[in-house]
């Protein structure tokens, strides 16, 4: 991979002593240049690539390296030791670090790299299963399809004392909880945590059983027979449909859209002690997620085979297009139009918002993660100490005055709040989220945790 060097204009400068920052006077010079970002194999890590293939980050006098890390959590590890100064993040994982579930240290976020981007996946067998519980329409499944339609397998299993085994990638991501919310909307009960008795498998009073799996290896220990399905990030699903081993039952934008999937992330220390670098990072970010979504999704062949460089996510670039690309495979040879299955810009994609924030904590709080009731001011305080709009604020308002966005690419400042319209999300099971109340969300579900129950 190529090292990005400083722009020749600022070597002279720097040659001469002037104080100059690059790309803009009104950011100052990035306290540190030479950056490490980690990033786990799959496509949503799609704007870092971008930023580093198109010069973004070389612009704001960056010098970059890219790694791919094992798993999510020698990821947030490495963040939080310093070998890494930033990462590819699922949006859950600040919130978890900072609440203190599992690792803790305050990690902060000013950037969300995408929305949507998931699937649910399960074996040939299971599907065969639940395809005879599935409504058909001139012989294809009428999506999105139900979990209900999983229930009668679920119950077979567990008559045979052997529970559906489920995997996905880390406890406190995206996908835990799409899987969870896509479960319990039909009645199948997906398990409690239970972190104050030392319990953190998530299988309390579960129909069915959950475990963690990385995503790259989410279609062989399907293959293996090791899990039953999966809840992944693309290519994942997709490599199962290649491969003839799986089929994915339902993509995640019909569980939940438009909720942050995964983030930009560092430690608050690293912030405090780069603002100026940090700012820069985020004008690179905000710039690749443009062009990744810019003219209808023109540029996503052109980023699909980018990303399917073995030094991104190394998967085939047929593979990789056809989510990125605005498609999706469900069965082979369904495939079925997706514009919104990665979303990097629009609707205001990159912006943190503090609601995007309160519904991956109503979660955390629903199966068990957070395990005693805290009163809705808690919620929005955690939010804002982790989600920072205000960082990218000053992004935005320097890449405007820099002449590379105008003001129509970003939320109108002077009025917004951090909280998305209550109708611009919608779930499932049709129960409305409004994030100034959170308590009240939590206590609109059958299942879960609610009021002061404890797991």
């Known amino acids: 991979m190529r090292k990005l060097m400083l722009p020749a204009s600022l070597q002279v400068m720097a040659l001469f002593g002037v104080m100059m920052s690059p790309a803009s006077a009104s950011v100052g010079f990035p306290e540190k240049e030479e950056l490490k970002f980690g990033f786990i194999k799959l496509t949503d890590m799609a704007p870092l690539a971008v930023a580093y293939e198109k010069g973004y ?8 390296n890219l790694e791919a890390q094992a798993n999510w959590k020698v990821l947030l590890d490495r963040v939080i030791s310093g070998e890494l100064d930033g990462a590819h993040m699922l949006a ?67 008559q045979k004392g052997q529970p559906l085994k489920f995997g996905m990638v880390f406890p406190v991501s995206t996908h835990n909880y799409e899987l969870r919310y896509w479960l319990a909307a039909d009645g199948i009960h997906p398990g409690f945590y239970a972190p104050q008795r030392g319990d953190t498998a998530g299988t309390l009073k579960g129909d069915v059983h959950i475990s963690v799996t990385p995503p790259p290896q989410m279609p062989s220990t ?65 710039r690749a997620g443009k062009w990744l979504d810019e003219n209808n999704n023109a540029n996503r062949k052109a980023a699909a085979q980018m990303i399917s460089r073995a030094n991104y996510v190394g998967a085939d670039y047929k593979v990789i297009a056809n989510s990125m690309t605005g498609v999706f495979e469900y069965e082979k040879g369904d495939i079925r139009p997706a514009p919104d299955f990665n979303v990097f810009f629009r609707y205001h994609a990159t912006y943190p918002y503090y609601s995007d924030a309160i519904w991956y ?48 690419d970003f939320p109108d400042f002077k009025t917004e709040t951090g909280f998305r319209a209550v109708k611009a999300t919608t779930f499932i099971d049709g129960i409305p989220f409004d994030g100034r109340k959170p308590n009240a969300y939590i206590n609109s579900f059958p299942i879960g945790l609610k009021g002061n129950q404890t797991p």
């Open 222 to 286: 399907l293959e293996a027979g090791t899990i039953n399905g999966y809840c992944v990030g693309e290519p994942w699903n997709q490599q199962a449909v290649f491969r003839g081993i799986g089929v994915p039952v339902i993509a995640d934008m019909a569980i939940r859209n438009n909720v942050a999937e995964k983030v930009f992330g560092v430690s608050n220390e690293w912030a405090v002690k780069n603002p100026n670098t940090h700012i820069r990072v985020v004008k690179a970010l905000i």
């Open 92 to 158: 859950g994982q600040p919130l978890g670090a900072t609440i203190g579930y599992g690792t803790k240290a305050h990690i902060i976020t000013a950037f969300t790299m995408d929305l949507n981007g998931n699937a649910c996946t399960v074996s040939n067998a299971v599907w065969a299963d639940m395809k005879k519980h599935v409504e058909l329409k001139s012989g294809k499944p009428v999506h999105p399809i139900r979990a209900s339609a999983l229930k009668p397998v679920v119950n077979s299993y567990r």
């Open 57 to 64: 980050f070389e612009d704001e006098g960056l010098f970059v």
């Open 361 to 408: 904590m109503t979660q955390m709080r629903r199966w068990g993660q957070i395990p005693d009731a805290k009163p809705d001011s808690w919620y929005l305080d955690m939010a804002k100490n982790v989600f920072r709009p205000d960082i990218y604020r000053q992004a935005a308002a320097d890449l405007i005055k820099d002449g590379k966005m105008t003001a129509r």
